[in-house]
Protein backbone atom coordinates (compact mmCIF):
# COMPACT_ATOMS: atom_id res chain seq x y z
CA UNK A 1 0.00 0.00 0.00
CA UNK A 2 1.45 3.35 -0.64
CA UNK A 3 2.20 5.68 2.14
CA UNK A 4 3.36 8.74 1.99
CA UNK A 5 5.54 9.96 5.62
CA UNK A 6 5.47 13.94 5.54
CA UNK A 7 8.07 15.76 8.41
CA UNK A 8 9.56 18.66 9.15
CA UNK A 9 6.98 20.78 10.46
CA UNK A 10 6.96 22.83 13.56
CA UNK A 11 6.43 26.33 15.54
CA UNK A 12 8.34 29.41 13.75
CA UNK A 13 7.50 32.95 13.93
CA UNK A 14 6.88 34.84 10.89
CA UNK A 15 9.94 35.22 8.73
CA UNK A 16 11.37 32.08 9.30
CA UNK A 17 12.08 28.85 7.55
CA UNK A 18 11.09 25.38 7.70
CA UNK A 19 12.10 22.51 5.48
CA UNK A 20 9.48 19.65 4.95
CA UNK A 21 10.54 16.60 3.89
CA UNK A 22 8.00 14.03 1.86
CA UNK A 23 9.66 10.07 2.05
CA UNK A 24 7.09 7.31 0.57
CA UNK A 25 8.80 3.54 1.20
CA UNK A 26 6.21 2.32 -1.65
CA UNK A 27 6.44 5.10 -4.13
CA UNK A 28 9.93 5.60 -6.67
CA UNK A 29 9.70 9.36 -6.60
CA UNK A 30 12.18 9.57 -9.90
CA UNK A 31 9.01 8.06 -11.80
CA UNK A 32 6.11 10.66 -10.52
CA UNK A 33 5.81 14.29 -10.80
CA UNK A 34 4.96 14.98 -7.04
CA UNK A 35 2.87 18.02 -5.06
CA UNK A 36 2.95 19.65 -1.73
CA UNK A 37 -0.53 20.41 -0.71
CA UNK A 38 -1.98 22.17 2.69
CA UNK A 39 -4.98 22.62 4.66
CA UNK A 40 -5.54 25.06 7.06
CA UNK A 41 -8.44 24.02 9.63
CA UNK A 42 -12.10 24.72 8.28
CA UNK A 43 -10.50 24.95 5.06
CA UNK A 44 -10.14 22.26 1.96
CA UNK A 45 -6.73 21.21 0.85
CA UNK A 46 -4.93 23.12 -1.69
CA UNK A 47 -1.69 22.60 -3.51
CA UNK A 48 0.92 25.06 -2.93
CA UNK A 49 3.58 23.21 -5.54
CA UNK A 50 4.82 20.87 -7.30
CA UNK A 51 7.38 19.67 -9.82
CA UNK A 52 7.87 17.39 -12.45
CA UNK A 53 9.01 13.97 -12.98
CA UNK A 54 12.17 16.10 -13.53
CA UNK A 55 12.80 19.83 -12.17
CA UNK A 56 9.91 21.55 -13.85
CA UNK A 57 8.15 23.41 -11.42
CA UNK A 58 5.36 25.39 -10.31
CA UNK A 59 3.75 27.16 -7.03
CA UNK A 60 0.41 28.71 -6.18
CA UNK A 61 0.39 32.15 -6.03
CA UNK A 62 0.53 33.11 -2.45
CA UNK A 63 3.67 31.13 -2.07
CA UNK A 64 5.44 32.12 -5.02
CA UNK A 65 8.90 33.31 -4.24
CA UNK A 66 8.67 32.36 -0.53
CA UNK A 67 8.38 28.23 -1.14
CA UNK A 68 11.14 26.34 -2.86
CA UNK A 69 10.27 22.45 -4.27
CA UNK A 70 12.62 19.98 -5.11
CA UNK A 71 13.61 16.34 -5.06
CA UNK A 72 16.74 14.32 -4.08
CA UNK A 73 15.92 10.96 -6.13
CA UNK A 74 18.61 9.17 -4.73
CA UNK A 75 17.53 9.40 -1.18
CA UNK A 76 13.67 9.37 -2.68
CA UNK A 77 12.51 12.71 -1.18
CA UNK A 78 10.85 15.19 -1.95
CA UNK A 79 11.36 18.88 0.08
CA UNK A 80 9.68 22.13 0.26
CA UNK A 81 11.62 24.92 1.35
CA UNK A 82 9.79 27.41 3.33
CA UNK A 83 11.08 30.88 3.30
CA UNK A 84 9.53 34.18 4.78
CA UNK A 85 6.66 32.46 6.40
CA UNK A 86 3.76 34.07 7.51
CA UNK A 87 0.84 33.14 9.45
CA UNK A 88 -1.69 32.86 6.74
CA UNK A 89 0.79 29.71 5.93
CA UNK A 90 -0.37 28.38 9.29
CA UNK A 91 -1.78 24.42 8.26
CA UNK A 92 -0.89 20.53 7.81
CA UNK A 93 1.17 20.10 4.82
CA UNK A 94 0.68 17.08 2.52
CA UNK A 95 2.54 15.68 -0.40
CA UNK A 96 1.34 13.16 -3.16
CA UNK A 97 2.13 12.02 -6.25
CA UNK A 98 0.80 14.01 -9.21
CA UNK A 99 -1.91 12.14 -12.22
CA UNK A 100 -0.08 14.81 -14.46
CA UNK A 101 2.27 17.47 -14.19
CA UNK A 102 1.51 19.06 -17.57
CA UNK A 103 -2.45 19.60 -16.86
CA UNK A 104 -1.74 22.05 -14.68
CA UNK A 105 -4.08 20.40 -12.59
CA UNK A 106 -2.06 18.79 -9.64
CA UNK A 107 -4.79 16.19 -8.93
CA UNK A 108 -3.20 13.50 -6.86
CA UNK A 109 -2.39 10.46 -7.88
CA UNK A 110 -3.09 8.13 -4.88
CA UNK A 111 -6.23 8.18 -2.55
CA UNK A 112 -4.28 7.57 0.39
CA UNK A 113 -2.64 10.52 2.26
CA UNK A 114 -0.29 10.57 5.35
CA UNK A 115 -0.54 12.16 8.19
CA UNK A 116 1.03 15.17 7.20
CA UNK A 117 3.53 17.86 8.96
CA UNK A 118 1.99 20.68 11.18
CA UNK A 119 2.99 23.83 10.28
CA UNK A 120 2.57 26.66 12.66
CA UNK A 121 3.59 30.27 12.46
CA UNK A 122 3.09 32.57 14.79
CA UNK A 123 4.58 35.23 17.10
Known amino acids: QVQFVESGGGLVQPGESLRLSCASP????????VGWYRQAPGKQRDSVAAISGGTLTRYADSVKGRFIISRDNAKNTIYLQMNSLKPEDTAVYYC?????????????????WGQGTQVTVSS
Open 26 to 33: GVIFSGYA
Open 96 to 112: NALRSYFSGRDDPLFDN
